[in-house]
Nanobody
């Protein structure tokens, strides 16, 4: 089992920044590919970004590319999502997830999920 706890969400004005953190415990963190997802009210959960076990490979969905950056610190068992130039359409609950695969872009193949952290961007 892997336990994931997100933090860092909040209310921010459009154009502002937030840094989300996801602390992992329970199993060897570096054995898991990690991802960030989000779910807006009335919408399905969607993929945002993924990072490989070593951190050497990353992928960001087009809607956040150039604004968001996923990273990880295996010594701290933590994955991050730096969010800059936030837009109202980024408002959602953000979830981190762990996958047994090294680098996974498919939501259904993630094995463990955090409880989520709310991000609200005001216009």
């Amino acid at each position: 089992q892997v336990q994931l706890v997100e933090s860092g969400g909040g209310l921010v004005q459009a154009g502002g920044s937030l840094r989300l953190s996801c602390a992992a415990s329970g199993r060897t963190f570096s054995n898991y590919g990690m991802g960030w997802f989000r779910q807006a009210p009335g919408k399905e959960r969607e993929f945002v970004a993924a990072i490989s076990r070593s951190g050497g490979s990353t992928f960001h969905v087009d809607s956040v590319k150039g604004r968001f950056t996923i990273s990880r610190d295996n010594a701290r068992n933590t994955v991050y999502l730096q969010m800059n130039s936030l837009k109202p359409e980024d408002t959602a609950v953000y979830y981190c997830a762990a996958s047994r695969a090294d680098f996974n872009l498919r939501l259904l193949e993630y094995n463990y999920w955090g409880q989520g952290t709310q991000v609200t961007v005001s216009s």
